[in-house]
């Protein structure tokens, strides 16, 4: 912890002093910095490293996404360092700046509010972007977990339900399209929000290349269990919109999304929710 301090401090470049250091996440990795500037300013920042939910390599990946991100304008924090292999900071370790707003959405959201994060996926997918070793492809949303796999292996219980839509989806090809950045894990609780608009994507350790009807998909599925069956609609409009064209294979891509989720993790009115949303995917394949 010292060597990784004393790194912290390093990268403020003697311009600001370490103020309180918090937890988001259960006393450990990521944790939120407050620094002061010399005026006397405040602000805030995010360091992250390994932790008993993150990865080294997810470190790296984080990393190089925010730098695509700025590359190309994308909302999203800004990477201020990193140390991928920690050699400096003793352990992996990367310094992001803090977006303003809430990662906390209504209990019942505009329309509004769906279709900016639509939107804000949609501009994600306008960087082409080919796999790479810390951006690597991604086949599924949350791509390091394969919960179909697991069920066909008998590591995890399943149900009628998910083993008919596991075979229908095995049996078809993935669809072609373009290969393009993707966030890998799009849930409200990964955006910062307010006063209707997205104003930045949050916590891109899955990130890398992919089809976009990998956070289509995703987005989808997580606020149909979320709210109601028009959410994902707005969704997918904002989407539309925003990129100028139709989504391909969305059935294919919601299917998949609802399909790479833990079988008895869920209270059963958010697995109803679930299993409403793979049937219509199913309906429409």
């Known amino acids: 912890m010292r060597e990784l301090l004393a790194w912290l401090t390093a990268q403020l470049d003697g311009r600001m002093t370490v103020g309180a250091i918090r937890s988001l996440h259960g006393g450990e990795s990521p944790w939120w910095i407050d620094v002061t500037a010399p005026g006397g300013a405040t602000s805030s920042l995010v360091l992250r490293c390994p932790s008993s939910r993150i990865t080294a390599e997810q470190i790296a990946t984080n990393a190089a996404a925010l730098t695509v991100a700025e590359r190309h304008g994308l909302p999203a924090p800004r990477l201020v360092a990193a140390d991928p292999d920690g050699r400096t900071a003793g352990t992996p370790a990367s310094l992001e700046t803090v977006v303003p707003g809430s990662s906390t959405w209504p209990a019942t959201p505009s329309a509004e509010l769906l ?18 070793p810390h951006l690597p492809w991604r086949p599924r949303p949350i791509a390091v977990d394969d919960f179909a796999a697991d069920r066909r292996a008998g590591r995890m219980p399943t149900t009628a339900l998910l083993e008919l839509a596991d075979e229908l989806v095995q049996a078809i090809t993935p669809p072609p399209g373009p290969v393009v ?21 949050i916590d891109w350790k899955t990130a890398g290349a992919g089809n976009p009807g990998v956070d289509l998909g995703e987005l989808r599925k997580q606020v149909a269990i979320l709210y109601d069956d028009d959410a994902p609609g707005h969704v997918l409009r904002g989407w539309e919109r925003a990129g100028g064209a139709r989504a391909d294979d969305v059935a294919y891509w919601d299917a998949v999304a609802a399909l790479n989720t833990p079988t008895g993790s869920y209270s059963r009115h958010a697995a109803d929710r679930r299993d409403a949303f793979l049937r219509a995917a199913l309906a429409r394949l």
């Open 115 to 132: 279709l900016a994060a639509g939107a804000a996926v949609a501009r994600v997918h306008t960087v082409t972007l080919a796999p790479q």
């Open 181 to 201: 950045f993707v966030h890998g894990d799009v849930w409200p609780g990964n955006t910062v929000v307010g006063g209707g608009a997205v104003h930045a994507l």
